[in-house]
């Protein structure tokens, strides 16, 4: 079963809209940490934003924010007011105890900003 | 300094070739990893390095021999690859390997083998 789910393959969205990157988990443990990271076409893995499964409000970073659901076990990234340079691939992935806190990549979502 | 640097950017090469890949942190890191990525594929782990100790080893091909010579470089050697071998080499590195450790990671080798 994938621990990491990234339903949305591909987005086209307009500039200076909000946009929602949807991301599901599939976890036994307790603890375990929530990340996403930003690739552009460059190469780069970009880190943006973290959750921890006991932080009590949702992760905030700049345009960035992770609207946590624990119960549903969902970990969907925000954008505030999209940019061009928003233009990129978008992993969520998981750290947990029982995978040695190694990453667990979903498969990723292409983001496409409109002009 | 925040940064991984990696070179070579790019590399060709033949598949009787052995070649090295390099990557430095001077952020203080004690976890390194190298990734391997696929176009449109998130990456998979290969190697991590932990306080310079190899501590995972993801059933890799011996074709990929890692080397940690100290606390801030990583080296990648590559010898008999194929080309199915091609893709994004990505190096990485993280304070340690505690739950809530970002991963930093460098802009990559692009890798062809012919």
């Known amino acids: 079963a994938q621990k990491i789910t990234q339903t949305q393959p591909g987005m086209f969205v307009q500039e200076k809209e909000a946009v929602t990157l949807d991301c599901t988990y599939d976890?036994?443990?307790?603890?375990?940490?929530l990340f996403w990271y930003k690739q552009p076409s460059s190469g780069e893995m970009i880190f943006l934003i973290y959750?921890?499964?006991?932080d009590q409000q949702n992760a905030t970073e700049g345009r960035y924010s992770l609207n946590f659901q624990k119960a549903r076990k969902s970990a969907n990234l925000v954008i505030s007011a999209s940019q061009l340079g928003d233009s990129a691939m978008y992993f969520c992935?998981?750290?947990?105890?029982?995978?040695?806190?190694?990453?667990?990549w979903g498969a990723g979502t292409k983001l496409i900003i409109k002009p | 300094d925040t940064e991984v640097t990696q070179t070579p950017k790019h590399l060709v090469m033949g598949m009787t070739n052995k070649k090295s890949l390099k990557c430095e942190q001077h952020?203080?890191?004690?976890?390194m990893y190298w990734y391997k990525q696929k176009a449109k594929k998130p990456p998979e782990l290969m190697f991590v390095?932990?306080?310079?100790?190899?501590?995972i080893n993801e059933s890799v091909p011996s074709r990929f021999s890692p080397e940690c010579p100290n606390s801030s470089l990583l080296n990648l050697h590559l010898h008999a690859l194929q080309p199915e071998d091609s893709a994004l080499y990505l190096c990485?590195?993280?304070?340690?390997?505690?739950?809530?450790?970002?991963?930093?990671f460098g802009s990559g080798t692009q890798l062809s083998v012919l």
């Open positions: 990485a590195s993280s304070r340690d390997r505690q739950q809530n450790e970002k991963l930093f």
């Open positions: 952020m203080g890191h004690r976890a």
């Open positions: 390095y932990s306080y310079e100790k190899l501590s």
């Open positions: 976890t036994s443990d307790p603890s375990y940490g």
């Open positions: 959750q921890g499964s006991y």
């Open positions: 992935a998981m750290k947990e105890v029982l995978s040695n806190y190694q990453l667990i």
